[in-house]
Structure formats: structure tokens, C-alpha cells
């Protein structure tokens, strides 16, 4: 298995450019979920997905759109990048809340700089 | 509000000698927790995780963690840190009693070991 999947690795935006980044997840789970890292501030949610065809905000929604047409993916847009979009965004999946089985699979993160 | 707390942003260790890496939390009902490791330039690995059950839980690495709910804290030890584990180290907080496994991370704490 490939796990969890991002594409693409590394990004250089100029403000006002959008783009749309790719996670892919190969082990049928049913919740996906986008997070941003930055220095000192941990992971941040932007978005998740509880399913095929459903979104919702987590805690830093703003300037973000998704979708998950497929259950095995879960895709992040910048519709007009700002500086402040800056960071490394990672992607993750786990099963549904059933058993003890909670814990989130992580992606290797894509590096996204907006100049 | 929900929260989790890691006091140092680093903790330097020698070599053989235990370690210990702290997280307090806040939340409302009974938590879930987890801790997840990050070497550089990847993405986050799962360590362990409380669900219920015994509050000495034990994870991946050699690593475990001791749940202690009147001091509302959930720290990672080991009994003799390697060079190896030189890392980045999160702790996380499930608080949502529903279906979405949902996280909300510290800010992390970055663990030296020196030869």
C-alpha cells in the first residue's frame, strides 16, 4: 500500500495564482482531512471530509475551497493565493469512529511558497 | 475552549538517559489522545494513543505515554533515548464525541538527543 499521497511536493505561487492540491489515500478510508503546519503554531484544520461528497470547516477554512468527488480522494484549492497561504500542508485519513481505531495516516506534505 | 499545551518547544536528552516530553490538555468529556513523531521533511507518524483502558499506554520506538486525568496530562517517555529519536514530537486531542476523529495539535516539541 501507498498509504496516503500528495501531489505535488513543492510549489511556488505568485499572489493571486490558484491551484489545486491532490491527496490520495489507498487504504479505503472514509475520513479525510487537510491540514496547514507552521513554526510554532502546530497543525491547523482547514478541512475534512467525512465521506464521499461532503465537506466541512475545520479551524482555518478561509481562502480554501475542497472536494471529494471520490472516496479515495480529497482535493484542496486556492482559488487566489495570498503570502500569508505560505506553508506546508498535509493530508490525512483514518476510519470511521468505530472500534479503537482512531488514529490519522499522514502524507509527506506539499511545500507551498507564495511570493 | 478545547486545547492542548506543550510547555517546552525543546528538550535536550543525553543518550541512554530517559526522556520526557509533556502535553496538558483541556477539553470537555473524556478525551482521546495521541502522539505523533515528525523527522524532518516528512510527514507525521503515529506513536500511541489512549483510548481507555490502562493509563500507561505503549507505542512504537519503545515509546510510551501516562494518561492522568486529575492532572489533565498525557506526557511521552522513554526509558533510554537514542540519537535516532532527535525529532519532532506532537501531541493531539480528540475531544469530539461524534463521528469525525477530528485533532487539535499542540505546537510541538523538539526533542535532542545528544551522543
Known amino acids: 500500500n501507498a498509504g496516503v499521497t500528495q501531489t505535488p511536493k513543492f510549489r511556488v505561487l505568485k499572489t493571486g495564482q490558484s491551484m489545486t492540491l491532490l491527496c490520495a489515500q489507498d487504504m479505503n478510508h472514509e475520513y479525510m482531512y487537510w491540514y496547514r503546519q507552521d513554526p510554532g503554531m502546530g497543525l491547523r484544520l482547514i478541512h475534512y471530509?467525512?465521506?464521499?461528497?461532503?465537506?466541512a470547516k475545520g479551524e482555518v477554512p478561509d481562502g480554501y475551497n475542497v472536494s471529494r468527488l471520490k472516496k479515495q480522494n480529497f482535493l484542496l484549492g486556492l482559488e487566489s493565493a495570498a503570502p500569508s497561504q505560505t506553508s506546508v500542508y498535509f493530508c490525512?485519513?483514518?476510519?470511521?469512529?468505530?472500534?479503537?481505531?482512531?488514529?490519522?495516516?499522514f502524507g509527506p506534505g506539499t511545500r507551498l511558497t507564495v511570493t | 475552549a478545547q486545547s492542548v499545551a506543550q510547555p517546552e518547544d525543546q528538550v535536550n536528552v543525553a543518550e541512554g538517559n530517559p526522556l520526557t516530553v509533556k502535553c496538558t490538555y483541556s477539553?470537555?468529556?473524556?478525551?482521546?489522545l495521541f502522539w505523533y513523531v515528525q523527522y524532518p521533511n516528512r510527514g507525521l507518524q503515529f506513536l500511541l494513543k489512549y483510548i481507555t483502558g490502562d493509563n500507561l499506554v505503549k507505542g512504537s520506538y519503545g515509546f510510551e505515554a501516562e494518561f492522568n486525568k486529575s492532572q489533565t496530562s498525557f506526557h511521552l517517555k522513554k526509558p533510554s533515548a537514542l540519537v535516532s529519536d532527535s525529532a519532532l514530537y506532537f501531541c493531539?486531542?480528540?475531544?469530539?464525541?461524534?463521528?469525525?476523529?477530528?485533532?487539535?495539535f499542540g505546537t510541538g516539541t523538539l526533542l535532542a538527543v545528544q551522543p
Open positions: 471530509s467525512v465521506g464521499e461528497g461532503t465537506t
Open positions: 493531539a486531542v480528540s475531544p469530539y464525541g461524534g463521528a469525525t476523529n477530528k485533532l487539535i
Open positions: 477539553v470537555s468529556g473524556n478525551p482521546y
Open positions: 490525512a485519513s483514518s476510519y470511521k469512529r468505530t472500534g479503537t481505531s482512531y488514529e490519522q495516516y
